[in-house]
């Protein structure tokens, strides 16, 4: 009468009896079977612990689209194996279909952030290149100028040491403060006002840029005729911003494309499933996505071990950690704090700390942080999924540990890896 399956086998595991469930799931000959060639996930190692243990023994075990947990009990008396079945296909279906909505919405969340990181140096080298237009049309009208003038050997020199200057400026860091550039870029506007210029306040900064002064034109060109001189200031001081708009456009396109390096090896996109994984990179990537959430009141220290050697692991699916055990600090910080990030080597392991400086957590929560569906979040912002799938993540397809201790002021997640999984260790104590 009992819905679920029930069955009794000898210490063996060869089935006695079964009721009605059991025999509707494992066919009508069911007794007389081996129970352990039939339950997957049975091995003699398992068998032998479940006639050891004094309590139930649970099991999970998969046939077809059916999901079963199976508590074995051992009777010594009667020296007999009892398994009660209980059907969680149900239960299971609605956990994948929430871990599968909460990946939706951490991916939603992530492709946000990234747009709005893609858009800040796409909209800068769509400024510059505008910008690179307007001065080329400058640049081509005051060609003009300097046909004109139809200048000598001596300032063609000049003009091309200017131009070399001008091409290497943006290589150079200006040891002047701010003050001292402004008080430069005035005297240089006072000159080239003396000098007839009508835009003296666009051309000095450039001029200034370079190292352009008075005193450099006076000691280099003291036969340059009032017109050569003229026409030459004027075209270096169109030239330098050209340069400078071109390393705009180069920084910004090298963001963009940095995101989506990063993007792709966050995903390990096109790459095998398990490989030879750096720890810090994978960090570095998730720290690069997440930028949006780590605000500038948020600061990131990295500690790390030089000689950390890669581990063998899912890459996708350590970077999906990271993304969780960060995503919760930044929210804990709520927009201003401290995160640290320490990496070393400890017992044949590779042991990561993520730790930050928010409220911490309390002691009465701290135990359940790694509970399917629990959370503290308020409706609609947590499923309480991340820290499960992610302790699933690092125990189960890594044989690794992952701990969390809490003080106000001090909340560190520590993640330990096996670099080889065959000689995994049990986590240390502390």
């Not at 990234?114 to 505008?130: D, F, G, K, V, Y």
């Not at 705009?248 to 993007?263: G, H, K, N, P």
Request: aromatic share 8%; glycine share 6%.
């Amino acid at each position: 009468m009992n819905p679920g399956p029930m069955i009794r086998t000898n210490l063996e595991g060869t089935v006695l009896s079964s009721n009605v469930a059991a025999q509707n799931l494992f066919g009508k000959d069911f007794n007389g079977k081996n129970w352990k060639q039939i339950c997957p996930g049975i091995t003699t190692e398992v068998w032998n612990k479940i006639l050891q243990t004094e309590y139930a023994f649970p099991l999970e075990a998969q046939f077809s689209t059916l999901s079963y947990i199976f508590n074995h009990r051992v009777d010594q008396l009667g020296r007999m194996v009892f398994v009660f079945g209980t059907d969680i296909t149900v239960q299971r279906s609605a956990e994948k279909q929430m871990k599968q909505d909460k990946k939706m919405a951490t991916l939603g969340t992530l492709a946000a952030g990234i747009a709005h990181e893609l858009n800040n140096p796409a909209a800068a080298t769509r400024r510059a290149s505008q910008q690179l237009k307007e001065t080329l049309h400058k640049i081509d009208l005051n060609r003009q100028n300097l046909y004109t003038v139809r200048l000598g050997p001596g300032e063609t020199d000049l003009m091309l040491e200017l131009a070399q200057k001008a091409s290497e400026f943006t290589k150079q860091r200006s040891s002047l403060t701010a003050l001292q550039i402004s008080d430069k870029e005035t005297e240089t506007e006072e000159w080239l006002e003396q000098l007839g210029f009508e835009n003296a306040w666009e051309i000095a900064p450039a001029l200034v840029a370079i190292g352009i002064e008075k005193q450099f034109i006076d000691s280099r060109a003291k036969s340059l005729s009032p017109d050569a001189l003229k026409a030459i200031l004027q075209w270096v001081g169109l030239l330098v911003p050209v340069y400078q708009l071109l390393h705009e456009i180069y920084e910004a396109s090298s963001r963009i494309s940095d995101i989506v390096v990063a993007l792709k090896n966050y995903s390990f996109l096109g790459q095998a499933p398990v490989q030879a994984v750096n720890i810090h990179e994978g960090i570095d990537n998730t720290l690069l996505i997440l930028k949006h959430k780590l605000k500038a009141g948020i600061t990131v220290q990295k500690r790390y071990c030089e000689d950390l050697p890669p581990v063998t692991a899912y890459g996708s699916e350590l970077n999906q950690v990271w993304t969780n055990i960060l995503d919760n600090a930044a929210d804990a910080l709520k927009g201003n704090g401290e995160i640290i990030i320490r990496t070393y080597k400890l017992d044949n392991m590779a042991t990561v700390e993520i730790e930050d400086n928010g409220p911490g957590i309390p002691e009465t929560i701290l135990p359940r942080i790694f509970d399917p569906f629990f959370t503290t979040k308020e409706p609609g912002k947590g499923t309480g999924l991340g820290l499960s799938t992610s302790y699933l993540i690092i125990t189960e397809k890594h044989k690794g540990h992952l701990r969390a201790r809490s003080r106000p002021g001090s909340t560190v997640f520590t993640v330990q890896l096996p670099f080889n999984q065959e000689t995994n260790t049990e986590p240390p104590q502390g």
